[in-house]
């Protein structure tokens, strides 16, 4: 084609007119017009140095130019307006059936719809979440089961914030990129991924607002099954009913959630998902995180555990500057690092050393943490040795162990991926969590009945591999800025 372009440049004055205007190549930036400069109030509040403002402000502008339309504080699609009040888990509050993808990176060939629906919190409560479909140009057929519908993945993700700005459906890469969205839509599945409460809308129908029980098992749970209910009213005739349940981390709990919700049919009302489910893949999934990193993992969960005991309050766990950060936290909508680094930075000074004497720690952690209850089976559950959260390799092992030895439901895998961290357990087994989802659309049965562990080995030396991912995909979306994808349209 360059040839092509060679040729027809020398053909004559008449036909260059033809050609395209080229926009003067502009470096990339993730800078966008973006500049956070705390406030003196802020800075006072959050008792910061210089040093460690000049970093928030880095990673919070990085994290905003993520976010596609500038995110929810901008994108009136996060804003309920005008909405009946509505009676039960499931319903439609808002739709976009095709969304323009232009300010997305999501792959070439593939759509991306959005919805806000109802869901329940923890305790019951109705409130709105947000949740996106990513869509395959062609489905994968599976005969009789699909009948020419897209195969549907329900997909829990893991930690992407815990305000309205950590929504996946926002974020330009629907932030598990390649990792698991992509490629599924690619494989030809049909991708239904709720935000979570709190992440997305932050306000609901009688404006009130919407918090994130972040890594609340249940919260979670009813969130992707509530976005899957929704999801089979607004398309139908174009998703089956028939669906595999995968999710990571926070999100791997969650779809251990959503098996033991379904096995669970004397406390919680899903009948009409229970028939159609075909399994679980679960990966690393998140075990005891309070006791991994108090600090960090205490505000994320502290900030909204009043919802569940009202009693609590956050200065049983946090001293007052722990208490003020947390505060200023939610002013800025901080994701992962810009809470790790506001915390973590006067880790000492942060959390009351008696914070785990009081109940609140243990019986969270009692409700949340997956397993030791009945499943849904079949499960197939991924976790590396190196996860690099703590002992998360060895907790997920045991809640395996005890749940099979004293809730056995049905066929459970446990497999170990030798040297491989948290989010590349994802990576290393692409091959067999395809397979396995394609055999279950295909209705072959299980290869063990019982619960099994095995071993995925790599095929080269372990020492031999790149162990984290080293880039994120970018947007460069300005036509100035993607000039080697397109160059000039050839
Ligand atoms: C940055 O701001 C300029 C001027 O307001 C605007 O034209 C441009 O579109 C902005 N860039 C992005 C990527 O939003
Ligand atoms: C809700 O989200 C919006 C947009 O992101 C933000 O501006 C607002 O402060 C949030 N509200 C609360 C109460 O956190
Ligand atoms: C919410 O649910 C938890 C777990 O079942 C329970 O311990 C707690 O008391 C409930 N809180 C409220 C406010 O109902
Ligand atoms: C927080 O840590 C910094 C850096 O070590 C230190 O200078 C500052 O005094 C600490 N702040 C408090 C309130 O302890
Ligand atoms: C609380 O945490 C401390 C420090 O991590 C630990 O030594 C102690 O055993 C914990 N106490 C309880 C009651 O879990
Ligand atoms: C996990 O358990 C194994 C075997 O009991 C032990 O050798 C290893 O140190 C544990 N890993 C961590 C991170 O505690």
Known sequence: MIFAYGILLFAGATLAQD??????????????????????????????WPDLADSLETVLDWDRSQLANGGPSHDSFYTLDNVATP????????????????????PAKTALSRFIYTTTNANGTLIPASSYILWPWTAKEFGTTSKGKAPVVLWSHGTSGFFADGSPSAHRSLFYHNIMPFMLAQAGYVVVASDYAGLGVNTSWDGSYVPHQYTNRLAQAFDSLNALRAARKIFPGKITDEYVNVGHSQGGAAAWGVSEVLADTSHYKFQ??????????????????????????????????????????????????????????????????????????????????TWNESWYATAFSEYTNPGNRPYKAPMLLFHGTDDNHGDAYNLSASAFESTCKNHYSGAFEFVTIPGTAHFPSMDASRQQWLQWIDDRFSGRPVGSKGCARSTLNSFLPVGS??????????????????FELVAGGF
């Open 19 to 48: 050609l395209p205007t080229f926009p003067k190549p502009r470096t990339q930036s993730t800078a966008w017009n973006l500049s956070f400069k705390f406030s003196p109030e802020q800075v006072k509040l959050g008792q910061l």
């Open 87 to 106: 009676h039960s888990p499931g319903e439609v509050l808002k739709v976009q059936r095709v969304t323009d993808p232009s300010v997305w990176n999501i």
């Open 272 to 353: 009409d998902l229970e028939g159609d489910y075909l399994g679980s893949v679960i990966f690393a999934p998140a075990e005891d995180v309070l006791a991994s990193a108090p600090q960090a993992f205490g505000s994320w969960i502290g900030k909204d555990l009043h919802l569940m005991y009202p009693d609590f309050k956050l200065s049983d766990w946090f001293t007052p500057l722990g208490v003020d950060r947390i505060k200023l936290l939610k002013q800025i909508q901080g994701g992962q690092y810009v809470s790790e680094l506001l915390l973590l930075a006067n880790a000492t000074e942060v959390l009351k050393p």
């Open 465 to 482: 591999y790149q162990e984290l991912s080293t880039s994120y995909p970018e947007w460069a979306g300005a036509p100035d800025e993607f």
